[in-house]
């Protein structure tokens, strides 16, 4: 029972699905059967996709990082004003 990645065609919505023998996946969001398996990259390691991933994670982190001292600065105007 192998787990497969999609994307849907009509919502856009990407999802991963345990497909059974003999049944047909569908969107979860729109119940659509329009869809497109993605390739997995979990099985690929490469330096490239090393280095994408890393990349991938310090944006997300700074990301993070920017929110929290945008709602520290909110706080402390809110607080000491």
């Known amino acids: 029972m192998p787990i497969y990645e ?8 990407e999802f991963e699905q345990l497909v059974l023998q003999n049944s047909t996946p569908h969107c979860p969001t729109c119940q659509s ?3 497109d398996r993605l390739l997995s990259s979990f099985g ?5 996709t090393r280095v ?5 994670a310090k944006r997300q ?8 001292q945008h709602a520290e600065q909110e706080h402390m105007h809110k607080h000491h004003h």
């Open 61 to 68: 982190a700074s990301k993070v990082q920017r929110d929290w």
């Open 44 to 48: 690929v390691s490469t330096a490239a």
């Open 6 to 13: 999609y994307r849907c065609r009509d919502c856009k919505h």
């Open 52 to 56: 994408t991933n890393l990349n991938s």
């Open 33 to 35: 059967t329009e869809l």
